[in-house]
């Protein structure tokens, strides 16, 4: 079965502060994809990264940064001095052998100016 | 380059009735797939056409169909509505069915009254 948890449901931060993110994923497939996408108040879901299950390598795009742990079955998230224009909804997503994608339920991020 | 189009942008139906709605993909796209978004949670894969034939469904029921068109534009049909159909339904394209270069559309919200 594949399943991503979101555990923090709403993230509240002062702007400037870091922030991160959670994703716990679980699958039995050997070779799989992890993905987060942001999703502003327009409703569509914007690409950010995507990682493959042999790619264990952070990475780090200007103020975000992503930390995947096979051995936690973790892919987390950073944003580095968060700004207004974060406020989003957060996704973190998996997808296996069946190139199906699995969403968590998503993480509110509000950023305070 | 337009994105994913989606129409109409709101709709709100009763139960019992029966909906559609419409995607036109990125250029250059030939596939598309189709979320259930309710609120509060993370999209739902319901199916994936390609070719002008349904190559992956999710887990849900007949109710839910599909048709895509020679330029790979795409519909969803809901037959005997729900109040639980009350949800944000979002297209997807891709350059393939094994492609995740996915372009989200803004998304389509139904409300089943």
């Known amino acids: 079965a594949q399943k991503v948890t979101q555990a923090q449901t709403e993230i509240s931060v002062v702007e400037k502060e870091d922030v991160t993110l959670d994703c716990v994923y679980e699958?039995?497939?050997?070779?799989?994809?992890l993905f987060w996408y942001k999703q502003p108040p327009s409703g569509e879901l914007v690409f950010l990264i995507r990682r493959n299950s042999f790619d264990e390598q952070n990475e780090i795009s200007g103020r975000y940064s992503w930390n995947f742990q096979k051995s936690t079955s973790s892919f987390n998230f950073t944003i580095t001095a968060s700004q207004v224009v974060d406020s989003a909804v957060y996704f973190c997503a998996l997808s296996g052998a069946a190139w199906q994608f699995y969403f968590g339920t998503g993480t509110s991020l509000t950023v305070i100016p | 380059d337009a994105g994913v189009t989606q129409s109409p942008t709101h709709l709100i139906k009763t139960r019992g009735q029966q909906v559609t709605l419409r995607c036109s993909p990125k250029s250059g796209h030939d596939t598309v797939s189709w979320y259930q978004q309710a609120l509060g949670q993370g999209p739902q894969f319901i199916f994936q056409?390609?070719?002008?034939?349904?190559?992956q469904r999710g887990n849900f029921p007949d109710r839910f169909s599909g048709h895509q068109f020679p330029n790979y534009s795409s519909e969803l049909n809901v037959n005997a509505l729900l109040l639980g159909d009350s949800a944000l339904y979002l297209c997807?394209?891709?350059?393939?069915?094994?492609?995740?270069?996915?372009?989200f559309g803004s998304g389509t919200r139904l409300t089943v009254v």
């Open positions: 997807a394209s891709s350059p393939g069915p094994r492609d995740y270069g996915y372009t």
């Open positions: 056409y390609y070719e002008e034939e349904e190559r």
């Open positions: 699958t039995r497939d050997t070779t799989y994809y």
